[in-house]
């Protein structure tokens, strides 16, 4: 399989050969910040566009298909858009909090993003606690998500990040658990350890029962983490205008629904390495030679198709299931989710433990 | 892990820095933008809150259920307990029987958490 860091290792000995080291470094940090900016902004633009095509297939209709060949510029469009949408100054909020709200649910989004596995080699931080990392740094945002609301000084926004801050919560016990489950599995919390072990087979196929069952439960998690789908009652907009982000114009309503996206693909992203292999290929243990031509696949394409193919899942919940009540919601997870979780970490404990097949 | 090795930095902490740093860039950049090219007019009315026409009675910044509360609490209990359980997940096969015996008393006490809650009604929304 194809190995990124070839390239950046050349890359790095050809800058190291005429620069000092400081100013190698330096360069190749303003290199990835700008890799990661583009690939950030480009993929949010798909997802959004994604988003409404699928939503349009669902709904019998054509979606955005004005701008550009079958509307792919749409996205293009509305951000310029946003952009010179004027931004109101508000005189009742409180301004500090209400500026730093943005600030940190993108940063949070951001540093999820470079978290994640593209492909061999082309991954931008690999810690060996990598995947705690990501539910560390991805738990931020809730507390964006909850400045924004209380800054605003309004009671629908009040209310949509209460909400919102009790859905993401409560759901991030699943996510964490679940994740739990397959560290334990995997017996490693390194990204690139997890996606190694799943080698031959993904762990969606070798982790036995408790793997199916974790991976339904961190789905289910997940789209509640990203405020979507059936859960999508913090911006319930027959009942609270646009739930947190009510006050914020232009460009700033912009960063939420940019990291909104992103956190779609994140969660997705996430699922995709923890349960079906990241950038491996697709292997059945004894097919070599379906192996080998599934080798020939690029491991970017495998990953991003794995997301975006979960992605689809996710949208599809949204078009499914009809909007839950937050007591249903909060009842969904600490008396179903929570417990299921819970027994489901045993069991995984006892097969890891004891080698038990099931 | 060789596979790390983007353009051979090994130093995880300034890569996470240098996303950080991207993420606040990205606001910084737009906000700028649009500040350049977004239309500015000022109308008193413009910074009123959004709610439902008339002048808002009362402050925004209240009280609220205590039920958000209590989920609070209730998250705060079982997060620290996964980020337990995370080392230990870790090194699960090596610890082998002894470590499940340990870490048993220390789950059978978090569960017996949750049945308390779920008994007193804690997990009920009022």
Not at chain 1, 11 to 18: A, E, Q
Not at chain 1, 205 to 213: E, L, M, T, V, Y
Not at chain 2, 4 to 25: H, R, Y
Not at chain 2, 80 to 93: C, D, I, S
Request: glycine share 10%; proline share 4%.
């Amino acid at each position: 399989m194809f190995d990124f860091s070839i390239i950046t290792e050349w890359l790095n000995n050809l800058l190291n050969s005429f620069l000092p080291g400081w100013l190698t470094t330096t360069i190749e940090c303003v290199l990835i910040g700008v890799g990661l900016l583009l690939v950030y902004a480009l993929l949010a633009l798909f997802y959004i566009y994604y988003e409404r095509k699928l939503c349009a297939a669902f709904q019998c209709r054509l979606g955005p298909d004005r701008v550009g060949p079958w509307g792919l510029l749409q996205s293009f469009a509305d951000m310029f858009k946003m952009l010179i949408k004027e931004l109101i100054s508000l005189n009742h909020v409180d301004k500090f909090l209400f500026a730093l709200a943005p600030y940190l649910v993108i940063i949070a989004s951001m540093l999820a993003f470079a978290v994640l596995p593209w492909g061999n080699g082309l991954q931008i931080i690999d810690f060996n606690i990598g995947i705690f990392f990501l539910i560390a740094v991805s738990s931020i945002g809730v507390l964006g998500i909850l400045l924004a609301g209380w800054s605003s000084n309004n009671k629908f926004t009040l209310i949509g990040a209460l909400r919102s801050g009790a859905q993401m919560v409560s759901y991030e016990l699943s996510v964490g658990l679940s994740v739990l489950t397959m560290v334990v599995f995997a017996g490693s919390m390194s990204i690139g350890d997890i996606v190694q072990a799943q080698d031959h087979l993904w762990f969606l196929f070798s982790g036995h029962i408790p793997a199916i069952i974790a991976f339904i439960i961190y789905l289910i998690a997940g789209t509640a983490e990203t405020n979507r789908g059936p859960f999508d009652l913090p911006e319930a907009e027959s009942e609270l205008t646009a739930g947190y982000h009510t006050e914020y114009s232009g460009i700033h309503f912009g960063f939420f629904y940019l990291a909104e996206y992103l956190n779609l693909f994140i969660v997705s992203g996430t699922a995709a390495l923890l349960f079906l292999g990241g950038w491996m290929p697709f292997h059945i243990p004894g097919w070599e030679s379906f192996n080998h031509i599934m080798d020939y696949i690029p491991g970017v394409i495998w990953f991003i198709g794995k997301a975006i193919a979960l992605s689809f899942v996710i949208i599809w919940f949204k078009w499914t299931y009809p909007r839950l009540r937050i007591d249903q919601l909060l009842s969904l997870e600490w008396k179903y989710l929570l417990p299921i979780n819970l027994f489901n970490l045993v069991l995984m404990v006892l097969i890891v433990v004891y080698g038990i097949h099931l | 892990m060789l596979l790390l090795d983007i353009f051979g930095i090994q130093n995880n902490a300034l890569l996470a820095l240098v996303a950080l740093l991207t993420g606040v860039a990205l606001v910084a950049l737009a906000l700028w933008l649009a500040g350049l090219i977004s239309p500015r007019s000022f109308n008193p009315q413009k910074g009123e809150a959004y709610e439902c026409g008339i002048p808002t009675r009362g402050g925004s910044m209240t009280r609220f259920s205590v039920g958000y509360y209590l989920f609070a609490i209730l998250f705060l209990m079982f997060d620290v307990e996964t980020v337990f359980l995370f080392p230990w997940g870790v090194r699960v096969r090596e610890l082998g029987g002894d470590g499940l015996i340990s870490i048993a008393v220390f789950f059978g006490i978090l569960v017996l958490g949750l049945v308390y809650a779920w008994r007193k009604g804690a997990l009920e929304w009022k």
